[in-house]
């Protein structure tokens, strides 16, 4: 599976982005798809999850839960991450990963849990 992170630019604090990421393949009932950031001098991050098992459940880190909204839609092979309320501090490259497995919520948070990763796509907050 590859993976093609887009969608990410420069705006003022308070302002919106839209991310992107495409997958070459369709996505299985039990696939995960995550987002991760890194920002400079420091480790990646996770940042949201979605798992579709049945229906979908979400997993959100404590610094973008109420912020940020993760989506994914399987007929177009695509997830997406709506930032809102942007922070100088949400300033990082930002990753999409997946995994065709189910994973618990602990597992869902780990960088190491996830296979496929996109190349990044770099979100840059103003103050």
């Known amino acids: 599976v590859q993976l093609q992170a887009s969608g990410g630019g420069l705006v003022q604090a308070g302002g919106s982005l839209r991310l992107s990421c495409a997958a070459s393949?369709?996505?299985?009932?039990?696939?995960?798809m995550g987002w991760f950031r890194q920002a400079p001098g420091k480790e990646r991050e996770f940042v949201a999850a979605?798992?579709?098992?049945?229906?979908?459940?979400?997993v959100y880190s404590d610094s973008v839960k109420g912020r940020f909204t993760i989506s994914r839609d399987d007929a177009k092979n695509m997830m997406h991450l709506l930032m809102n309320n942007l922070k100088p501090e949400d300033t990082a490259i930002y990753y999409c990963?997946?995994?065709?497995?189910?994973?618990?919520?602990?597992?869902?948070?780990?960088?190491?849990?996830?296979?496929?990763w996109g190349q990044g796509t770099q979100v840059t907050v103003s103050s």
């Open positions: 979605i798992r579709r098992s049945g229906g979908s459940s979400y």
């Open positions: 393949e369709r996505p299985f009932g039990s696939y995960v």
């Open positions: 990963a997946s995994n065709p497995r189910y994973l618990i919520t602990s597992q869902v948070r780990s960088e190491a849990s996830y296979e496929y």
